[in-house]
C-alpha cells in the first residue's frame, strides 16, 4: 500500500513538472500556427508595387492608388501628377 502510494506520488510528481512545459509548447505551436494562417492571408507591410507608367518599384506607402473600372493601378509619386492631368 505504502509502495502504491509513494509510485502514484512519483508519477504526480512527474505530471506536475511536465505539465508547464507540454502547455506551454502548446500555447507556442498554437500560435505559430495562428501567425502562420494569418501571414498567408494578410499581405506583408514591406509589400512593394510596381508603377502602371514607368515600372519603377516602391512600397506601397509611396504608391499612389489609381481606380479603372473596378482594376487598381498604382501609380509612383512622380507619375500620379502626370496620370491624373492627362485624364482630365
Ligand atoms: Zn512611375
Not at 20 to 45: D, N
Not at 61 to 88: I, Q
Request: net charge positive; aromatic share 8%.
Amino acid at each position: 500500500m505504502t509502495i502504491a502510494a509513494t509510485l502514484s506520488g512519483a508519477q504526480l510528481g512527474l505530471f506536475m513538472a511536465s505539465a508547464p512545459l507540454t502547455l506551454g509548447l502548446i500555447i507556442y505551436l498554437v500560435a505559430y500556427m495562428a501567425k502562420r494562417g494569418e501571414g498567408s492571408i494578410v499581405p506583408p507591410l514591406g509589400q512593394s508595387f510596381a508603377c502602371a507608367k514607368c515600372g519603377k518599384r516602391n512600397v506601397r506607402e509611396h504608391m499612389v492608388p489609381e481606380k479603372f473600372d473596378g482594376a487598381v493601378a498604382w501609380y509612383c509619386d512622380r507619375c500620379v501628377g502626370e496620370a491624373t492631368s492627362r485624364a482630365s
